[in-house]
Every structure is written in C-alpha cells, then in structure tokens.
C-alpha cells in the first residue's frame, strides 16, 4: 500500500510498539524539585510523592566570639609618689575618651601659650613632641590627616609613636614596617617601658621635669607629669607599677625640662590644676584629651 509519509511513520511506530515485551506500569520518575507542580487537565494522577530532595549541609564555619571587654576606667585626675618621684596623672579610657594632636603650624606659641589655652574646652591637655630650635617638628606629626615634620630615624628622642583615633603606642621601628596611616600621629621618645620591661640606655642624669604618656596594652591610658625625675628613674617607678587599677605595660617620655605642661580640667574627678615650671617656655604641639564622639 502505498501511504503519505507521515502515514507511513505512524504505521511503523504503531507496529514496533506491538513487538515490545509487556512493561510494568511503574510511573514515571519525577527530578527531584522544591515546589509541586500543578499537573495539567487529563494527565495520570497517580499518588506517587515526589523523592525528596537531597541536601548536603556544609560544615559549620566557627564563629568569632569577641574577647569580652573588660571593664572601663574611670576618668580622674590622682597624684602618687614613687620611688622618691612626685606624679600628677589623668588615667582614662580610650572607648569614651580621645587623644588628639594639636599642632601649632605656625610655630612654639602661634596660637597657644601654654597647656591651659590649649586644653580649654576640653578635658585635659599636655605638651608633647620635640622641636627644632627653629620651631618645626623634631619627627613626625600628623593632626587630623595632616603631615607635619618628617620621621625621625636616627634620635633617641623618636623611637615611639603615639597613633589616633584609636589609641596606642607603638615602636618606630614596627611603625616603618606597618607602614600605617593614622589620622593622628606623633612622634617622641625615648620609650621608658616596652612590654613591662625597661629599655637600656636610659640616663641616670639630668634630673627634670617630665612629661609622658602611658598605656597598659588594651584601653587604659594616662597622661602623666614627673616633678623631677632622670629618664632612667622615671622608668624604675613606673615599672613599680604606683598605679592601682592600671598596668603600665607601655611608658613613652615626651618632651621635658621647662617644655613640660600639663593641664587638667575642674571637671574631672580630682582636677583642676596645672603643673608647669617657673620659666616655662612655648611648645610646638600638645595632646588634648576630650570625649569621643
């Protein structure tokens, strides 16, 4: 017989079909899928459930647990004596309370003339890095992302950083291989304590006023004035640890002699005082305490 194509194919499929061996009507499988489908009008509605979809849960990523903060220092002015030296100190914490570097770029006593003027306003404020005769910057200051001075690499007088906002001291050295950035930055020395320990070096002489800041390595600081002390003396008491309440793991000398200003506001716990020499002279830059923002 002699069929159109398309009557032809449906013939052979229709006679191949009738050869096949008898199959058992198992329904057809389904790929395993999250939603259910609608199924259309007149197709098999079998009760087959679906296989469920097979989930692998990835392994558990740990979870960073934050170090619990320890509790906060109180904001007060105290004075000690140790080891023969008279202290005057503000302790603080650096989570409600900043340090900022006040730079003259005009030179000693452009704008201030002495820790008071500086501080006013504030909470605290005193006298910071070393300068040259001609009134620049002795090392590197940074004031709210602003350069001033260049890094000191050879003095004694340079080898730690204070940095900002977010308080510290670190060593010059770590300092020229981090390569930090920080909007606030001065740099003074020598440091009188590192990692509780003194540093070699430190004179016995010149017994002076001095001015330094302290750190115990997480969020306690102070800002501290030394009637009379030589470096290395200064560094014995305050290795003595006069502070109760605060672990002076980190001390760095700030400029000294007649430089050393220190100025605390009425409003702090025990303030109200400034500690300066008779024949006090003009500074280039100071350190001012207020409350973070």
């Not at 306690?220 to 008491?237: D, R, T």
Request: net charge positive; with cysteine.
């Amino acid at each position: 017989m002699n069929f159109p194509p398309l009557a032809t194919t449906t013939v052979a499929l229709t006679l191949l079909g009738a050869c096949r061996p008898n199959q058992p009507n198992h329904p057809p499988l389904l790929a395993p899928s999250y939603h259910h489908r609608a199924i259309p009008s007149g197709e098999a509605t079998d009760h087959v459930p679906a296989p469920k979809p097979i989930t692998t849960r990835a392994p558990k990523k740990p979870v960073a647990v934050n170090p619990i903060e320890g509790p906060k220092h109180p904001l007060k002015a105290r004075t000690v004596t140790a080891r023969g030296i008279d202290f005057s100190l503000v302790t603080f914490d650096r989570r409600d309370h900043e340090l900022v570097v006040d730079d003259q770029p005009g030179g000693p006593g452009s704008q201030y003339d002495q820790a008071e003027d500086a501080g006013r306003g504030h909470l605290a404020a005193i006298n910071a890095g070393f300068f040259t005769p001609e009134g620049n910057p002795l090392g590197l200051v940074i004031t709210k992302g602003r350069k001033r001075g260049s890094i000191n690499r050879a003095s004694f007088l340079g080898t730690g950083f204070f940095m900002g906002p977010k308080a510290s001291l670190i060593s010059r050295t770590e300092f020229l291989t981090t390569q930090s950035n920080p909007s606030e930055l001065l740099q003074a020395g020598p440091r009188l304590l590192w990692s509780g320990e003194m540093l070699t070096g430190l004179s016995d002489k010149d017994h002076r006023p001095r001015s330094f800041l302290l750190w115990d390595g997480h969020d306690h600081f102070a800002l501290g004035y030394a009637h009379s002390a030589s470096l290395k003396g200064l560094s014995e008491a305050l290795k003595s640890q006069p502070l109760s309440g605060l672990e002076i793991t980190y001390a760095l000398n700030l400029d000294g002699g007649r430089s050393s200003d220190f100025w605390v506001s009425p409003s702090i716990n025990g303030g109200g005082f400034s500690r300066n020499s008779f024949f006090n002279k003009d500074v280039r830059n100071y350190l001012v305490l207020h409350h973070r923002r």
